[in-house]
T-cell receptor, first 115, second 113 residues
Framework: DAGVIQSPRHEVTEMGQEVTLRCKPI?????LFWYRQTMMRGLELLIY????????DSGMPEDRFSAKMPNASFSTLKIQPSEPRDSAVYFC?????????????FGDGTRLSIL | GDSVTQMEGPVTLSEEAFLTINCTYT??????LFWYVQYPGEGLQLLLK?????DKGSNKGFEATYRKETTSFHLEKGSVQVSDSAVYFC????????????FGAGTRLAVHP
């Protein structure tokens, strides 16, 4: 079975540019989570969706960040404009809430570098 | 609110040594508990889980027991290998539902031959 698929794997861009990260969750999963991982702050939950609806976006650092989930098989995380401090690894994870305590399945991440 | 505290790393061991990584939690109700592992350049993978008190989760020689009386879920392995070198995260299922997880800060393990 295909796991969570993220693209691109690596992104290098100049500050001020728009960055779009993409995620395809596991088919049949109805919860999707976006995380950011840095050495300084560790793993941070940015936002999560259930049945394509954003449930909690309190972890989104500021208005430059936005996330959408237009359908059950696709989500985007956008940063506009980007800043060097946004450099991090961004992970997407999905889970099924149909059964109790199903684990989250993580993608391999997008390593983002803002110059 | 719910929280997870892990021992700080890095933990450095020789091959075949015994491993313990401590994890304690604070939560309302009866959370489920998880250990995830992250190998270099990869995402987090579920290693094991326990859903109620006194449950023992186990996988790949690793095990952890859900201790409600001490609010702990320590990870152990009897004999580590170089290939176990990774970052290990303890996590609990938050009370908010939707399988939202609360993660600890992670503990880096380095195993030398």
């Amino acid at each position: 079975d295909a796991g969570v698929i993220q693209s691109p794997r690596h992104e290098v861009t100049e500050m001020g540019q728009e960055v779009t990260l993409r995620c395809k969750p596991i088919s049949g999963h109805n919860s999707l989570f976006w995380y950011r991982q840095t050495m300084m702050r560790g793993l941070e939950l940015l936002i999560y969706f259930n049945n394509n609806v954003p449930i909690d976006d309190s972890g989104m650092p500021e208005d430059r960040f936005s996330a959408k989930m237009p359908n059950a098989s696709f989500s985007t995380l956008k940063i506009q404009p980007s800043e060097p401090r946004d450099s991090a690894v961004y992970f997407c994870a999905s889970s099924s809430t149909g059964a109790r305590d199903q684990p989250q399945h993580f993608g391999d991440g997008t390593r983002l570098s803002i110059l | 609110g719910d929280s997870v505290t892990q021992m700080e790393g890095p933990v450095t061991l020789s091959e075949e040594a015994f491993l313990t990584i401590n994890c304690t939690y604070t939560a309302t109700g009866y959370p489920s508990l998880f250990w995830y592992v992250q190998y270099p350049g990869e995402g987090l993978q579920l290693l094991l889980k326990a859903t109620k008190a006194d449950d023992k989760g186990s996988n790949k020689g690793f095990e952890a027991t859900y201790r409600k009386e001490t609010t702990s879920f320590h990870l152990e392995k009897g004999s580590v290998q170089v290939s176990d070198s990774a970052v290990y995260f303890c996590a609990l299922r938050g009370s908010g539902g939707y399988n939202k997880l609360i993660f600890g800060a992670g503990t880096r393990l380095a195993v030398h031959p």
